[in-house]
């Protein structure tokens, strides 16, 4: 059997970009039948965007303006092109933030995700996700029955039923949170039952830490991570090679500063934003809040597409500030009126109780530029704050455009 689900796991990168930019022009006009995307793309020709340089000219949708979106447009925002009755189910995350499924199969795309962590036809899943209200349980569930296995729907709680159904069922692996698998398998052994039956493991929802990882290894367990969010379905996955996570095949994926919608260099950590080619929930330049970075060359195990370093943190760092807020598209705004600054990162202490601001700013000048940043800071923030001019390439590549260095304990 083939160590990929299917060929356009191994095609040339530039076959595979070629595909994507031609069928690019299609998803934005299918887009633009969702009210949302007919506002907000009004004046974009969607045959002219056949590029990523075209792409990244489009307005960026993040995740936390789509509460607002569905409470003025019910129950989607705007954003679905196929009505919520010729949809399969809608759910809900907390927030609340609703989302559909469609009819599709596998219609989230998690059983590449499966069939690289080892999953095969024929073998029994437990499903640690849950099924209520929320979508996980349901993004795994469709792709183990896509790739022809048949799922245990264990859901969430429950420690010790789910554990003698193990006992019982022998599944070959299971796929939910790595924290749960952990307490199921601490379970077992308290009680003494056999569940050496579990040999594999997709796991997501949650960081998956080095101690996680040498437990399972102790025990036979080989775990791999998905990266998947209910919006998009998924993202991203590991592979044997160990070696970061491996886009999945239908999507656009751009790395962008916080704040902004301006793509990175690559390697460089910023907002992981996401275009997919869904026919019912066309989510085009979706910002996740997640940050990453690209990852350069191919992976070892022969899969061709780009692979990101996974999960690193959230990149909506707004902070209060002398009880205001202050948000990464502040500090965006900023750079956009100096162009000398290459990156910056604004760092907010609290000497002697006072908090203080001070933008750290990779930039050649003297005192001149430093008062003028100062006067934009002020002019946007509506507060004083310090500016320190730094040499390039000193900042932190994290992804941080904030940084809350204050103590509060």
């Known amino acids: 059997m083939s160590n990929y689900l299917d060929a356009l796991e191994t095609r040339d990168p530039d076959e595979r970009e ?6 690019l022009p299609a998803q934005v006009a299918r887009a633009k039948a969702a009210s949302h995307f007919a506002a907000a793309l009004a004046g974009v020709d969607a045959t002219a965007v ?3 340089a075209a792409l990244a000219r489009l307005p960026v949708l993040r995740k936390h303006d789509l509460i607002g979106l569905q409470k003025t447009c019910p129950p989607l925002g705007g954003l679905n092109a196929t009505p919520v009755g010729g949809l399969g189910r809608l759910f809900s995350s907390p927030g609340p933030i609703y989302e559909p499924e469609g009819l599709a199969a596998d219609w989230w795309r998690t059983a590449r995700a499966l069939y690289a962590g080892g999953f095969r036809p024929g073998e029994l899943v437990h499903n640690s996700f849950s099924y209520h209200m929320t979508p996980g349980g ?3 569930d469709a792709g183990a029955r896509a790739l022809g296995c048949p799922v245990f729907p264990g859901g969430v709680g429950q420690t010790e039923q789910q554990v003698q159904a193990i006992a019982d069922l022998r599944p070959a692996g299971y796929v939910g949170t790595p924290s749960f698998l952990k307490i199921l398998i601490e379970k077992a052994e308290e009680l003494k039952v056999d569940v ?3 040999k594999k493991a997709v796991v997501s929802g949650e ?3 080095p101690a996680q990882k040498q437990f399972f290894a102790e025990r036979g367990i080989d ?3 998905a990266y998947a969010t209910a919006d998009l379905g998924l993202i991203a996955y590991e592979t ?13 994926l751009e790395i962008v500063r916080p704040g902004t919608g301006d793509p990175v ?3 460089e950590v910023g907002e992981v934003v996401v275009t997919t080619f869904n026919a019912d929930y066309p989510l085009i330049r979706f910002g996740t809040g997640d940050l990453s970075a690209v990852l350069p060359g191919a992976s070892p195990c022969g899969r061709s597409n780009t692979r990101i370093k996974g999960w690193m943190g959230r990149a909506d760092q707004t902070t209060k500030v002398k009880g205001m807020f202050v948000h990464p598209e502040q500090v965006a705004e900023v750079l956009k009126r100096h162009s000398e600054i290459k990156r910056a990162r604004l760092v907010v202490t609290n000497p002697d109780g006072n908090d203080l601001m001070t933008l750290h700013c990779e930039a050649a000048g003297g005192d001149a530029l430093t008062k003028a940043i100062a006067e934009s800071l002020r002019d946007i923030t509506k507060l004083r704050g310090d500016v320190l001019l730094v040499a390039p390439g000193s900042l932190p590549n994290d992804g941080k455009v904030i940084e809350d260095g204050r103590k509060y304990d």
């Open 223 to 225: 775990v791999f991570q």
């Open 196 to 198: 050496s039956s579990l």
């Open 50 to 52: 056949t590029s990523r």
């Open 265 to 267: 260099a690559e390697g």
């Open 240 to 252: 044997p090679a160990r070696e970061g996570l491996v886009l999945e095949e239908s999507l656009i």
């Open 18 to 23: 070629c595909d994507l930019m031609a069928r």
């Open 207 to 209: 960081a998956l830490f």
């Open 138 to 140: 349901w993004i795994l």
